[in-house]
């Protein structure tokens, strides 16, 4: 009896280190790269709603067509997709605070 008692004992201490070994070498790295990817995307998501960068890049396109560097037209079509941009980036920042702002408690007393 005591034999098979350590035998399982053996068994379990095995599969843990098998475990353990698995999640060394499968788990965190995964876990490592789904991380990275995930602070990539945040990056990304903060740099393309960026107000601020959008109203540069609109100054910076006026200046540029008001010094003959662009025509017109190519004038338009960039103010045209900076202006969405923008557009959009204020509607996911709109969203964002929707999002994190507390549900509206409900009294007991004027709910009825």
């Not at 499968?26 to 789904?34: E, M, T």
Request: charged share 35%; hydrophobic share 45%; with cysteine.
């Amino acid at each position: 009896m005591l034999s098979h008692i350590c035998m399982l004992k053996e068994r379990e201490e095995g599969n843990f280190a098998m475990f353990l070994l698995d999640d060394l070498l499968i788990g965190l790295p995964a876990k490592g790269l789904v991380s990275l990817f995930e602070k990539i995307y945040e990056m990304a998501q903060d740099e393309f709603t960026d107000e601020t960068k959008i109203k540069e890049d609109l100054l910076l396109l006026q200046a540029q067509f008001e010094m003959e560097q662009i025509s017109e037209r190519e004038y338009e079509l960039k103010e045209e997709a900076l202006l969405e941009r923008l557009m959009l980036a204020r509607e996911a920042k709109a969203l964002d605070q929707r999002s994190y702002e507390p549900a509206p408690i409900l009294q007991e007393a004027g709910a009825k």
